[in-house]
Nanobody, 111 residues
Framework: QVQLVESGGGLVQAGGSLRLSCVAS???????RAWYRQAPGKQRELVAS???????NYADSVKGRFTISRDNVMNTVYLQMNSLKPEDTAVYYC??????WGQGTQVTVSS
């Protein structure tokens, strides 16, 4: 079993930045990690993912603005979010294969 704990969410003005962190309760360096988000009334969607080897993938809506990274020593994955837009407002969830989820952290971007 793996527990994932997110932090770093909050309220920010449009154009601002936030960095989300997700710490795993044990070493899972060989497992792909990802960030998802869910806005009110919408389905949960993939934001970014990173493999154990460091290959990354991004949703088109965040390419060039968000960066996912991982620190395998600290069992942590990060999501650096720059140039935030109001449409980025959502609850952001950390994910680790095959089925581990964090509790979510709220990101609110004001216009």
């Amino acid at each position: 079993q793996v527990q994932l704990v997110e932090s770093g969410g909050g309220l920010v003005q449009a154009g601002g930045s936030l960095r989300l962190s997700c710490v795993a309760s044990r070493s899972i360096f060989s497992i792909s990690r990802a960030w998802y988000r869910q806005a009110p009334g919408k389905q949960r969607e993939l934001v970014a993912s990173i493999t154990s080897g460091g290959s990354t993938n991004y949703a088109d809506s965040v390419k060039g603005r968000f960066t996912i990274s991982r620190d395998n020593v600290m069992n942590t994955v990060y999501l650096q979010m720059n140039s935030l837009k109001p449409e980025d407002t959502a609850v952001y969830y950390c994910y680790a294969q095959p089925y581990f989820w964090g509790q979510g952290t709220q990101v609110t971007v004001s216009s």
